[in-house]
């Protein structure tokens, strides 16, 4: 028998992210984690559908002086991120002086993404919570404390304010995060039950 422990579900990097094994990022080099940020099983970001080099605006004359590569980032999340199984993450893509580009994707602190879920939002801020088997449309545009009920289809192009609730197909807002409701969208009790070292969660 060898005595080597059994190799995790999950990647474990230095900074805490939790990256299972069958989850696909492909593009890795275009991927940016803030940190502490779960991927589960068959997850998928597409990290190659990066902005074309013709397409992109000119650089300032005091980068390209430096010689800085310019910025190719195609996904980048921030900390306490929980994508769950199944969702697809993708950057949003058009048509930007006759050439076909994609736009990056970003995302905030605390954001979770439900089973099954697709996302080509523009941006997504902190503390956002994507239910399961929602559609987020490309360039949508989400702002902190949003609440995305299971299922709901945001629309292209859709910018949903702070605090909002929204559902159904197309997604509209439908209510209002309450005041005593944050506490709600922090992931770090849900970050600690995944990974090859799981804690229960706190009663």
Known sequence: MSRRPPRGE?????????????????????????????????VMIRGDLTRTVHAAAPQPASQSATGAPPNN?????????????GCCLRPPGRLYKGVFTYMPLRMGDHVFVGPGSVVQAASIGSH?????????????IIKDYVRILDGAVVPPNMVIPSFSIVAGQPARLIGEVPEGGL?????????????NNPQPVPP
């Open 183 to 195: 506490e709600a969208f922090e992931l770090r009790d849900l970050y600690k039950t995944v990974g």
């Open 10 to 42: 999950y990647i474990e990097t230095d900074t805490g992210n939790k990256v299972a094994r069958k989850a696909t990022l492909v593009g890795t080099q275009n991927i940016m984690l803030g940190g502490k940020t779960v991927i589960q099983p068959d």
């Open 128 to 140: 956002v919570h994507i239910g399961a088997q929602a559609v987020v449309g490309e360039f949508a």
């Open 73 to 85: 980032t195609a996904v980048s999340i921030g900390r306490y991120c929980f994508l769950s199984r």
